[in-house]
């Protein structure tokens, strides 16, 4: 059967940026050419806050008292789980050597980048978990210097559990500083820091434009877009589970889609009628939040059998994506197309958003049909190196002339040239490919 819509969106989450854009390039020229004091004058008029920039160790230890001892051990067991996660991620990466004809050797080196830049969200919602997520990996990997930045409450300044959280994870440096003067510090090396080689960690429209912009000076984990989410689930699926599932990330934001794809009408049609009710059970601030997203990005998806499900997840693409059907080693083998997975009702994204140990920062509108998302790779340069003997060098060079005078490139034949000539005086070689 063809694939039927229970409840189609009326809005998508790629709406028109060029205000944005207008507004992130005008502060980014300002903070670049004005330096401390622009990116200060944007901290006050945004943030507005006029206490400690850089936070000293002092500050730190202050903001650590302020944390509750259970929460503080909630972080420390978030942390070893993304921690745990990591180092393992690191071990898929190898440096290696490997003799591609006799005597001439070929290798790859991973080196971490210098300085990672960690922007931690703390506006509606104070991150701690992007906190463990972003420092906590670029540690994992050898960055030499981790600055976390986030965005200080009015006249008190960072949330006390971002602060813990980031020097429990292994931040050099707190920058209390937000949205796109926070980016911009990290970026231009303001307040001593030194450049970011790489930006990463979620954040609203103007952080994600700012890092936009700035990607090719800097390298960015991913350009961003809203948060989004699809449940794949069947008739042995708990309706009741699903919903509570689709308003958890509807939450996010109120263009934060979420997407049900089922197989079961009347799992559909129950879906549909408890997340209104899950929605009104909410807390103001996340209710608004999560009426807007349902009303106006989510779909319910009818499809014919699990194939037609698969194939239309894939299409989508999901951010989060989670089963909650028959036969998960099926859809494990099946699906590719995703940020991160969770199968089963045992585990929700939730999960993953705050302690499981894979990470929550995660390609976005459709992107996870070509990337994955921040892992300790991010934070390294995969490099190649070569070294040959002379005789090692000769096929290879032979050829390469020959492929550099096809193409019409001369001085690249030459190259070729030369060291034949020098190391194999007495041989003629053939080095035009029409000859």
């Known amino acids: 059967m ?17 205000e944005t854009k207008k507004i992130v390039r005008g502060i980014l020229d300002e903070i670049e050419a004005g330096g401390d004091e622009a990116a200060l004058a944007y901290a006050k008029k945004f943030d507005n806050y006029e206490g400690e920039i850089l936070l000293s160790p002092e500050a730190i230890k202050a903001a650590s008292a302020l944390v509750p001892e259970k929460l503080k051990q909630d972080i420390q067991f978030s942390h070893a ?14 440096d290696f050597e490997v003799e591609i004809v006799p005597g001439f050797v ?9 300085a990672a830049g960690c922007y931690v969200p703390g506006g509606r919602y104070s991150h701690i978990a992007s906190a463990i997520m972003t420092v906590t990996t670029a540690k994992v990997a050898g960055c030499k210097h981790i600055v976390a930045c986030s965005p200080p409450r009015p006249d008190v300044g960072i949330n006390p559990a971002i602060i813990y959280a980031a020097h429990v994870c292994g931040a050099d440096k707190i920058l209390a500083m937000g949205g796109v003067q926070g980016v911009a510090a990290m970026t231009f090396g303001l307040f001593g820091l030194p450049k970011a080689n790489i930006l990463v960690g979620p954040g609203n429209q103007f952080v994600a434009e700012a890092k936009r912009m700035l990607f090719g000076r800097v390298g960015i984990d991913m350009i961003a877009g809203p948060t989004d989410s699809l449940v794949l689930a069947d008739e042995t699926a708990d ?10 990330q509807a939450e996010h934001g109120y263009n934060s889609p979420v997407w049900l794809v089922t197989n079961d009408r009347s799992l559909a049609e129950e879906v549909m009628r408890l997340v209104p009710t899950l929605i009104d059970s909410l807390p103001e601030v996340n209710r608004e939040n999560a009426t807007a997203a349902w009303r106006d990005y989510a779909e319910v998806i009818l499809c014919g059998d699990r194939e037609e499900m698969a194939a239309t997840s894939d ?13 998960l080693d099926w859809w494990l083998g099946r699906l590719s197309c995703y940020g991160s997975l969770f199968l089963g009702e045992e585990t929700t994204v939730a999960f993953g958003d705050k302690a499981s140990g894979t990470n929550h920062v995660l390609p976005t509108s459709g992107a996870a049909s070509y990337t994955g998302g921040l892992s300790v790779h991010k934070y390294m340069k995969i490099v190649t190196w070569q070294r040959s003997t002379r005789e090692g060098s ?23 040239d030369i060291r034949l000539k020098k190391y194999f005086p007495d041989e003629d070689f053939v080095l035009s490919a029409g000859e």
């Open 315 to 327: 299409e989508y693409a999901p951010e989060h994506l989670t089963v909650q059907a028959d036969d």
């Open 2 to 18: 063809p694939r039927e819509y229970l409840k189609k969106a009326t809005l998508t989450s790629k709406s028109d940026a060029s």
């Open 394 to 416: 000769k096929s290879v060079a032979e050829a390469t002339a020959r492929i550099a005078r096809l193409e019409g490139m001369e001085g690249h034949a030459r190259t070729a």
């Open 81 to 94: 789980n993304v921690k745990k996660f990591a180092e393992a991620q690191l071990g898929t990466v190898k």
């Open 106 to 114: 070929a290798g790859q080196k991973a080196i971490p980048v210098d």
């Open 239 to 248: 309706p009741m589970v699903v919903a509570a599932d689709l308003v958890g």
